[in-house]
């Protein structure tokens, strides 16, 4: 029983892995680029959450719809400012230019909310459904099956709209779009503003479930670029995979081993894995 | 012109008159080393408002402070009146700085005795200047164990250490057992840096001197995503009393999971950090009910001496005085016992009279048992009083002379 409990923690704890990874892996789907400030995006969502909640005093669907609006916007408008420029010059400026934005976010925070932890006061999201003994916390719950609705909704929207078609065209040759009448600029802020979008909500739920800082990015950035490099650059339902696989390694060597060599275990797996499947899992090699 | 030389006269009998008490009476200088600016600067400059208080309840008469040493008389009272002299500087937590400011306020400003600093990492550093010059240093609050028993002479600490924070839980289970709670057996949880380890090592040291089993020791890294893995260990274990090592957001992560793992053991202890970081309350009052902190220092009732001592330090800045500068403020207190003991300027007086220092529990403002320094200097008697959340707010529950709540056991979590 307490075995399965583990196994329900892990997979749930994955979601939450999967939720703050996929506009990650979307961003670097589209556009072969690494993303550092994405933590901040949803630090940032998770602010939004509270200032919503606290000021006007929103439910879920307020502030999930919150969050997703600001930090579409937030995504469209770093694109447009910053991110289009920097395209232009070599690899390493752009790799550097979102850990500057990263920073800027983060210190930024640090000096308007201040270095306090905050949490979420109650919502009807929190509480516990105990299902035949095993314990389910419903923020995380509701994390897990937002986080399978929007890999498929994203998914969906990529293979199956003319739109995801333009944004994977644009990916795979950039003048060839424009010779087809697409406009890359217009579709790599639209991926932006889904990845930052995605991030908000992210932000959103995991606001239910954990009191943060200014300096949340840090704590599940790192675990966020493993997500994605294990299921493949740029894959969204190998994301959901990745991640899933990655809380449920950690919940069980954490019970098995104790929580100091649940990192180790995780990542000594990471590390076997890539050797023999550089391409992550569910990546096209 | 008569009259001249008689206002003359009279100015000159004013000027001799004023002069016989202060020459009779020197100041001893104690130079003070705490981080002003810098990370920790917040800490430093209230335990720098708490020297300051206490120098003028030593330097003016304060008789309404009871049985505080030096409050009643202004000035020392072996020395003539002399007052205290305080020589602040600022070492930005900074361990060579905080080094090259004791050698000056030695060698340039001639100080009596040094007292700080804030940051164990510099009081480590400080106190080896101090000792090289034979110049006695108060370290004020630093906890780490290496700053004493270094085999130095000249280094004195009033504040409690881990070690004393660990028997003072056990006394407060043994005080428990006689009562009728059950305490068969404790767990520990700590993240594990420095902080963490030491603090655990101490508390399993203790356990097992107190014969009191230990079911599990979880140590975990912290800032985790995720800490289910222990609470559902605890749950497995069903130990009586769960102390936690930890900082804020784990602290806070930690409430949470046992609600949401439904685990709520008869007893949580939190060694203070993550329990009084200001987010804590805010964020669990409402499933953490019960859970029990350290601190020892206590504001007291109306009209005590430590209410009255908050008061002066409130007027001063606005605030209470919170635990780390109460503890500065008590080895400042001692240090200043220990020179007018002395009469005497001398760093070896000083340094003989701190070593001979026994102060009692009702001489002090803090929980402690005493004040007396064992030959590696740290303080034997001190200790630490225990407080509880309740409501939303922590309550001193024990020991039951000081108590100003009723201890609730078991504690009530989210259950109202």
């Not at chain 1, 029983?1 to 990874?21: K, P």
């Not at chain 2, 004791?102 to 005795?113: E, G, K, P, S």
Request: glycine letters at 10%; charged letters at 15%; aromatic letters at 10%.
């Amino acid at each position: 029983m307490l075995l399965v409990q583990v196994i329900v923690g892990g997979l749930l704890l994955g979601a939450i892995y999967a939720l703050f990874s996929s506009g990650l892996t979307l961003i670097w789907g589209m556009m072969n680029f690494i993303n550092f400030a994405h933590g901040e995006f949803v630090m940032l969502g998770m602010y939004v959450t509270l200032l919503v909640v606290v000021w006007l005093g929103g439910g879920p669907a307020t502030f999930g719809f919150a969050a997703a609006f600001t930090l579409f916007v937030l995504g469209v408008v770093v694109y447009l400012s910053l991110i289009r420029y920097v395209l232009r010059g070599p690899m390493l400026a752009q790799i550097l230019s979102t850990f500057g934005l990263a920073l800027l976010l983060r210190y930024t925070a640090f000096w308007v909310f201040s270095a306090n932890f905050v949490s979420l006061p109650q919502t009807s999201l929190s509480g516990t459904i105990n299902i035949g003994g095993v314990l389910m916390p419903v923020p995380q719950l509701v994390a897990g099956l937002i986080a399978i609705v929007l890999t498929v909704g994203l998914h969906l929207m990529l293979t199956r709209t003319a739109v995801g078609s333009q944004l994977l065209a644009v990916a795979e040759d950039r003048s060839a779009a424009m010779l087809m009448g697409i406009r890359p600029d217009r579709m790599q802020a639209l991926a932006w503003g889904l990845s930052a979008g995605a991030a908000g909500i992210a932000g959103a739920l995991m606001a239910i479930a954990y009191p943060w800082s200014p300096s949340v990015g840090e704590t599940f950035g790192l675990t966020a670029f493993v997500v994605v490099a294990l299921g493949g650059f740029g894959s969204v339902p190998g994301a959901l995979f990745a991640g899933l696989i990655i809380g449920l390694i950690q919940a069980l060597s954490a019970f098995w081993f104790g929580p100091i060599y649940k990192d180790i275990v995780v990542y000594a797996l990471f590390v076997a894995l890539l050797w023999l499947r550089p391409q992550g899992l569910m990546g096209k090699a | 012109m008569k009259r001249f030389c008689l206002l003359i006269g009279a100015a000159a009998a004013a000027a001799l008159f004023t002069m016989v008490p202060t020459h009779a009476a020197d100041s001893v200088k104690i130079g003070i080393l705490w981080p002003l600016t810098g990370n920790a600067a917040a800490a430093g400059q209230a335990s720098k408002a708490a020297a300051e208080v206490a120098a003028d309840i030593v330097n003016n008469a304060h008789p309404e402070l009871g049985d505080l040493p030096l409050a009643e008389s202004a000035g020392l009272p072996n020395m003539g009146g002399a007052k205290l002299e305080l020589v602040f500087v600022d070492h930005q937590g900074n361990p060579s700085l905080a080094q090259q400011l004791a050698t000056r306020l030695i060698t340039q400003d001639n100080v009596n005795v040094l007292m700080g600093a804030y940051q164990s990492s510099c009081s480590f550093t400080a106190t080896a200047v101090a000792e090289r010059y034979g110049i006695p240093f108060m370290v004020g609050e630093s906890a780490a164990g290496n700053i004493t028993g270094r085999g130095f002479k000249w280094v004195f600490r009033g504040t409690p250490i881990a070690s004393d924070y660990a028997r003072t839980y056990m006394r407060f289970f043994a005080d428990m057992k006689r009562q009728g709670r059950k305490i068969d057996t404790i767990a520990v949880v700590n993240e594990n840096t420095d902080y963490g380890t030491s603090v655990a090592d101490a508390i399993v040291d203790e356990a097992k001197k107190a014969d009191i089993p230990v079911a599990a020791r979880i140590p975990y890294i912290a800032n985790s995503s995720d800490v289910s893995a222990q609470v559902l260990q605890l749950k497995e274990k069903k130990p009586d009393v769960v102390i936690f090592i930890s900082y804020t957001a784990d602290s806070i992560l930690y409430m949470k999971t046992m609600k949401n793992l439904d685990y709520e053991p008869p007893m949580v202890i939190g060694d203070d950090t993550g329990f009084s970081d200001p987010s804590f309350i805010p964020a669990v009052a409402d499933v953490a009910q019960g859970a029990m902190n350290r601190s020892a220092w206590a504001i007291g009732k109306p009209g005590s001496t430590t209410y009255k001592i908050n008061e002066m330090y409130k007027a001063k800045t606005g605030r209470d005085l919170d635990d780390t500068s109460a503890r500065n403020m008590q080895s400042f207190f001692a240090l200043a016992d220990a020179i007018n003991r002395s009469g005497s300027t001398d760093p070896e007086r000083i340094r003989e009279a701190l070593t001979k220092t026994d102060l009692k529990p009702d001489q002090l403002i803090m929980g402690y048992q005493g004040v007396k320094f064992d030959n590696t200097g740290q303080n034997i008697l001190a200790a630490t009083y225990l407080i509880q959340l309740q409501d939303k707010k922590y309550e001193l529950i024990w020991p039951d002379n000081a108590a100003t709540a009723k201890l609730q056991w078991p504690m009530a979590g989210w259950k109202k």
